[in-house]
């Protein structure tokens, strides 16, 4: 089943910050974090690999909960930049598929 | 930079026609996949291969078949295409995901945008 994320779409000032929620119905190995901007192909953020584990990407950040099966991206002092809609993608057990969730879109205003 | 292709990246047929979209990747990728994604919405599996002559369904079902021959190339191809075949198809490899020791990550193409009229 796809994982479902929330807010489905936000709009924010730049300098303002945001939360993307990201979860899913079964266990997990890995969560990733994509951003697609219109028109343009996927680019991969970051992977989170243990239950618990933060990582960071310049302003960008992410948590991983592996007993929730849960992931949160954080965005702090958004700028221009961050506007696009934002994928998790996660990987269960034993098979090489990535499931990509429902889709957060973020619009970065002045 | 990834060095992941797909051609056509724009295509409009009518109604019956036999379609293939290529995909071809430089980096020696075992793992290769399509998403079938309509405009703003989201990404759905609909294939993936573990490497040479394996090829599986993904989480969405699909009509078109793919194949996977060589390493680098793993087209698309749609027997007799539908309006309902409408969408854009984007074709990703990757080194492995993480749960097999890779470093997880998706190249994803520019993608084939198609049209069935």
């Known amino acids: 089943q796809q994982p479902v994320q929330s807010p489905q779409a936000v709009i924010l000032r730049e300098g303002e910050d945001a939360v993307i929620n990201c979860s899913s119905s079964?266990?997990?190995?890995?969560v990733h974090w994509y951003r697609q901007k219109h028109g343009e192909a996927p680019v991969f953020l970051m992977i989170?690999?243990?239950?618990?584990e933060q990582k960071g990407h310049d302003k960008i950040s992410a948590s991983f909960n592996e007993k929730k099966q849960q992931s949160s991206l954080y965005l702090t002092a958004s700028q221009l930049s961050y506007s696009g809609t934002y994928f998790c993608g996660t990987e269960g057990f034993g098979n090489e598929k990535l499931t990509f969730g429902t889709g957060t879109r973020l619009t970065i205003i002045p | 930079e990834a060095d992941i292709y797909q051609t056509p990246r724009y295509l409009v047929i009518g109604t019956g026609k036999k379609i293939t979209l290529e995909c071809s990747q430089t980096?020696?990728?075992?793992?290769m996949y399509w998403y079938q994604q309509d405009p703003g919405m989201e990404l759905h599996l609909i294939h993936y291969?573990?490497?040479?002559?394996?090829?599986e369904k993904g989480d969405l079902s699909s009509e078109s078949t793919v194949s996977r021959i060589r390493t680098e190339h793993f087209p698309l191809t749609l027997e007799s295409a539908r309006p309902s075949h409408t969408s854009q198809y984007l074709c990703?490899?990757?080194?492995?995901?993480?749960?097999?020791?890779?470093?997880?990550?998706?190249?994803f193409g520019e993608g084939s945008r198609l049209t069935v009229l």
């Open positions: 079964k266990a997990l190995y890995s």
């Open positions: 989170l690999l243990k239950g618990g």
């Open positions: 980096m020696g990728h075992d793992k």
């Open positions: 291969s573990y490497g040479v002559n394996s090829t």
């Open positions: 990703a490899s990757s080194p492995g995901l993480a749960a097999t020791g890779g470093t997880g990550e998706l190249f």
